[in-house]
């Protein structure tokens, strides 16, 4: 055996020997949490509950980190740069980890090839809301009183998911749809309430302080089911609008490389969170559906949502707008 295979077999046992001693220690100091969209946002809140939960499972010091901006990707470059030791987490999103590919493909700088998946936590479909001075129950009641007063239905979207569908519903409606981005859900949602747009597809995080005073009320949910939550509200599909399907997740993700070991123990603490019943009233009151965090299922679904989400962009035709 030549002396440099020698030094190559040993030095790759010390890289493996040191990496299973990293996921034995595994968390030694503060994990810090990044999230791509601004306070108050279900990022946010989701980030928050993760962080309780490392605390509780792994006994860690979680930090959240806000990085807003960019559709998100200032936050995706960030965590696919990271050393991949476990340390630095990324509260992932259908934004940021599936639409803003097929959007942003010459300019994102990351990739699905960039991260490991941790656990998808959080999964519900985002709500068509319109403001209180605008008459109808239904899309076509809006369109139609629209079209009477003579005034465009600005579309307010705050994150890739919801700019896509801000699109593709002036499409399956033919109506005068213009989309107004905001740099989150919660700016758009500020504006639907005031007036300044009609009606604007955002997460019920964002969303439901606005609903819970009378200052916007929800449409229509963009899903194959109503939702528990809301079994009055009818879903786009019932309304006419086939193959008219959103959806908006949270998925935790570390940088591609990062021990298995270590994506367990993050995995534990995500499962322990959806476990506690803390969790299970806010996933209620968001309308969000029940996961179980398993980490070969949120594989599952984060690969389905990559390809729905590259033929919603092909056939939206949408740009991205960051």
Known sequence: M???????????????AAASASADD????????????????GSDIAARFYARALKEKLNATAVVDLK????GMI?????ARAAPDGYTVLMGSGTVNAANYPLFRDQIGYGPQHFATVATIYVSPPLLLANRGLAGDSVAELIAGAQRAQRKLECGSGNAVTQVACE????????????????????????????????????????????????????????????????DVRTLAEQGFSDF?????????????????VIRKLNEAARHMLAS??????RVASFGLK????????????????????????????????
């Open 26 to 41: 595994f968390p030694s100091r503060p994990i810090t949490i990044v999230v791509p969209f601004g306070a108050g946002s």
């Open 245 to 261: 399907e959103f959806m908006s997740w949270n998925t935790l993700y570390v940088p591609v490389g990062t021990p298995q070991d």
């Open 2 to 16: 030549s002396a440099w295979i020698r030094t190559t077999l040993a030095t790759t046992m010390l890289l493996v």
């Open 68 to 71: 807003p901006g960019a559709a």
């Open 291 to 322: 996961v179980s965090g398993d980490q070969q299922e949120s594989q599952a679904f984060v690969t389905a949502e990559l390809i729905r989400w590259e033929r919603y962009v092909r056939e939206t035709g949408v740009k991205g707008a960051p």
């Open 75 to 79: 936050a995706g470059q960030l965590v």
């Open 277 to 282: 019943p803390e969790w299970d009233k806010q």
């Open 168 to 231: 593709l519903l002036r499409r399956k409606t033919g109506a005068d749809i213009v989309n107004v981005p905001y740099k989150g859900n919660g700016q758009s949602m500020t504006d639907l309430a005031s007036g300044q747009i009609a009606i604007a597809f955002s997460d019920m995080a964002a969303a439901s302080p606005h609903v819970t005073r009378g200052a916007a009320r929800i449409v229509a949910v963009p899903s194959a089911y109503r939702l528990p939550g809301l079994p």
